[in-house]
């Protein structure tokens, strides 16, 4: 095994046949073996990375014109949804209005980039070179990169969203129709029908999961990128959730001890970022191609 993850490691264009050729569960263990080998050198700038990105996201939202609910509100609250809507603001004022476009601007222009700049990172990371703070900060050097981060980020949160119309909010409606009726059958049919939805449904959007990697790589416009996932992964949603849940286990112990999330995130981007080399039947870990604003 040890031989053929040292193979893995030399420059090549081209996936090794034994590769090709090899087991899915077992490639998938050599690749996470491999983006192991890739964090040396690269941890502390990757946790930089996680930092930037947990703050900015945590900043942003601060703006956010939430109501602080009283404590005997709290605990009248029956459900989720009561106790999520115990923060929304009771009237909508000038001042709430300002912070919700101001939280949506610093967003867009903020985050989108800044998670574009992550991915080009990783997959730097994921060649065998040194990430540097420079790929992070990349994006912003160009008015044309960040409306493209933007931009893909739309077109996925769209797309997603209308699949998720007729998938998850229809079947939802007719299971609190069912309750509201309290009838048996339409709360069964209507419960089995959402489950069935809900596993195509995250098998059907899971073909996105490559698109702002694809872009990140600057040799298309986001709508290529976009399309390039989906074709990517056609008839391979199947693997990429093989993949998510082989890290169930760092899931829960993340849950449990926070500062581990660092560890996680940085170990899985470069997975993702090495998974696509895979995926196309890439692994490039000679000198990067350079970046092109698209």
Do not use: H
Request: glycine share 6%.
């Amino acid at each position: 095994m040890r031989q053929r993850l040292q193979s893995l490691r030399r420059p090549q264009n081209k996936l090794p046949m034994e590769i090709n050729t090899m087991n899915k569960t077992i490639a998938r263990r050599a690749i996470k073996a491999l983006s192991l080998n890739d964090m040396k050198g690269n941890w502390f700038r990757s946790f930089v990375a996680v930092i930037l990105a947990v703050f900015a996201t945590t900043f942003i939202f601060g703006f956010l014109p939430l109501r602080t609910p009283l404590p005997e509100e709290m605990a009248k609250a029956a459900n989720d949804v009561e106790m999520f809507s115990l923060f929304i603001p009771k009237t909508i004022t000038a001042k709430t209005v300002a912070s919700l476009v101001v939280t949506l601007l610093l967003y867009v222009f903020v985050t989108c980039p800044l998670m574009l700049g992550i991915s080009r990172f990783y997959l730097k990371v994921a060649r065998g070179q040194k990430g540097t703070f420079g790929d992070i900060f990349s994006p912003f050097a160009s008015l044309k990169t960040v409306f493209g981060s933007i931009w893909i980020n739309v077109i996925i949160l769209a797309v997603s969203f209308l699949w998720g119309v007729p998938l998850i909010f229809l079947p939802s409606f007719f299971l609190g129709l069912g309750g509201a009726l309290n009838s048996a059958i339409v709360l069964l049919a209507s419960g089995l029908l959402l489950a069935v939805c809900a596993v195509f449904y995250i098998l059907w959007v899971s073909r996105y999961n490559f698109a702002l990697l694809i872009y990140a790589e600057g040799n298309s416009s986001p709508w290529k990128a976009f399309r390039a996932s989906q074709k990517l992964l056609r008839g391979r949603s199947g693997e990429i959730l093989s993949l998510r849940a082989s890290y169930f286990g760092w899931e829960i112990a993340v849950s449990a001890f926070p500062p581990l999330s660092f560890v996680y995130y940085a170990l899985c981007n470069t997975v993702y970022a090495k998974y696509l080399y895979y995926l196309r039947g890439e692994l490039s870990f000679g000198v990067q191609t350079p970046s092109r604003d698209v």
